[in-house]
């Protein structure tokens, strides 16, 4: 028990009696865990944009004219059942008209001419839960045609396409780009700890000359680590913190059909996962860097 | 105490640092090491404290062969083996009190134990007034007073000091040498390396002396030159 109490104090003064050293092993910590936690938002914010921009993704049926209600009805409960579908949405021709006539209305340069009779078909919109299996389902209505229902199944295949490599290049691309971020922040982090405990190579050795085991040597600087990696996401988090109002309504504001709002959860896990890669990285690093200076002290 | 057989250390470069030395230091002996730079004293001593291993040879302090002990040893035999360096080695962030304390923390004495030997060790090298004072507040003389303190804190059968006087001035030497003779007299044995002629021929004692890594002389109550 008392044992643990030096290694805590001596991480404490090992911390505040070099206390150049220590700020800047902390701030570069900061700033590493800024820039990854950066990441982690933008690359979050990415994937809520390429869910928004699949769900977007909509088959349409033009209903025949002649067709029965309850025969569009049966069609679209057995459409509904697809795992695929998210819902379907029957629009009528009467609805199909207002919407034209609201477009018309946003646009400056088209003008509904007066028209008498409605030629817009009723339709039913399929909108999907998983954006790629709108082939396989635009194939299996296209069988719907000349059933007296269907008149025609309209899917953008190559629109859809686009979509989708586009979608996968973010998924895929955010992800390799947060792989890099953390291998530089990993590398960043332990290096300066590194230094750090090599400009106090001096002390260690000293300690081992008077006796210390390498027990007594090497856990007030992992101790000491840990302190630097914590208070180096203290400062971190407090940052992103204040800087996120801003950059969200700003993000919003700017792209505002995406939606970037990140949810209490996810700020939470973000925050503990951030305090616990600082934890980690910071003790191992320290361990890894006294473990070096120590064999160099006591031959074996 | 301490007893070389047949020691050589040839270093990874080829250089030969000490050859075929066999040396015995008697419990509670006085034994001064001379020769010039690179003579090999700091080798021999480096052997004493496993800061280095022999080539050959056997290496024995207390009874114990330095060279086959595992590492996880070497601490108990660092303290065992008090050691006063010409540099001082003093942890600069920690205080005076701290830093003699430290000696015996890590020899896992706690509380009222620490507190007590380490007034005891200040009070022996006079420095219980400047205990709450860091290294880079004290002169040469009083930091070489704290290495002591904190090399006896821990009650060592051997003190080695390697050039203890090399970075003072000839009256705090003198300062140095008297406690170290105290020490001494008070039953530890004592290797001491120096350069200072004057003191080893003012105290007359054991003069072993070194020159390209061999023993050339062994003196009872030696000077400095031969």
Redesign the interface.
């Known amino acids: 028990m ?2 643990i109490g ?1 290694v805590f104090v001596a991480a404490w ?2 911390f505040w ?2 206390p150049v050293m220590s700020v800047a092993a902390t701030l570069t910590v900061s700033l590493m865990l800024l820039l990854f936690a950066f990441f982690i938002v933008t690359d979050r914010g990415l994937q809520a944009a390429v869910v928004a921009l699949e769900s977007k993704v909509e088959l349409v049926l033009y209903i025949d004219e002649g067709a029965k209600p309850s025969d569009t009805l049966a069609l679209k409960a057995r459409i509904e059942k697809d795992p695929a579908v998210a819902r379907v949405e029957y629009v009528t021709k009467q609805q199909a008209l207002e919407r034209l006539r609201e477009l018309a209305q946003r646009k400056e340069d088209f003008t509904l001419a007066d028209i008498g009779t409605n030629p817009l078909p009723a339709s039913l919109e399929v909108k999907l839960a998983n954006a790629q299996a709108t082939g396989r389902l635009a194939a299996s209505l296209r069988e719907e045609l000349g059933r007296g229902v269907v008149t025609d199944v309209i899917d953008n295949p190559t629109v859809v396409e686009k979509l989708l490599t586009i979608t996968r290049v973010l998924s895929i691309g955010g992800l390799a780009v947060l792989a890099m971020m953390l291998f530089v922040a990993l590398f960043v982090i332990v290096n300066t700890i590194r230094i750090a405990v090599h400009a106090r190579r ?2 260690i ?9 390498d027990w ?1 040597v090497s856990w007030p600087f992992i101790v000491e680590g840990m302190l630097v990696g914590v208070l180096g996401a203290i400062v971190a988090l407090a940052v992103l913190a204040a800087a996120a109002q801003p950059v969200t309504s700003a993000m919003v504001g700017f792209l505002d059909i995406l939606p970037v709002s990140l949810g209490t959860s996810f700020v939470l896990e973000l925050a503990a996962g951030v305090l616990g890669f600082a934890l980690l990285v910071g003790g191992f690093g320290a361990s890894f860097s006294v473990r070096s200076q120590l064999s160099k ?4 | 105490m301490i007893r070389l057989e047949d020691v050589s250390k040839r270093y990874p470069n080829g250089t030969a640092a000490l050859q075929d030395v066999d040396l015995t230091i008697g419990a509670g002996e006085f034994a001064f090491l001379v020769g010039s730079s690179g003579a090999g004293k700091s080798t021999l001593i480096r052997l004493l ?5 022999p080539t050959t040879g056997r290496v024995v302090v207390n009874g114990k062969d330095v060279a086959r002990m ?3 040893q ?6 065992l083996v008090g ?1 006063v360096f010409q540099d001082f ?6 205080t005076v009190t701290e830093n003699v304390a ?2 015996l ?4 004495h ?2 009222r134990v620490v507190r007590e030997e380490t007034e005891r060790a200040l009070q022996v090298v006079g420095l219980s007034h400047r205990r709450s004072h860091f290294p880079r507040e004290l002169s040469g003389g009083e930091q070489q007073r704290v290495a002591i303190a ?1 090399a006896l804190v ?1 009650r060592p059968r051997v003190l080695i000091a390697d050039e203890p006087t090399g970075n003072l001035d000839p009256v705090t030497s003198w300062e140095i040498i008297k406690l170290l003779t105290h020490v001494q007299e008070l039953g530890t044995t004592l290797v001491m390396a120096t350069h200072n002629a004057e003191i080893v021929n003012a105290l007359r004692r054991r003069v072993i002396h070194l020159d390209k890594g061999s023993v050339v002389r062994d003196e009872r109550e030696g000077l400095y030159a031969a």
């Open positions: 008392r044992r030096y003064q090992g009696r070099n001096d002390e050795e000293i300690m081992q000359l008077v006796g210390a085991t007594f002290g006591a031959r074996a | 404290i496993r800061e280095e291993l595992r590492r996880s070497v601490p108990h035999l660092r303290r050691v080695k003093l942890l600069p962030t920690k430290f000696a923390v890590v020899t896992g706690t509380g904190r821990n």
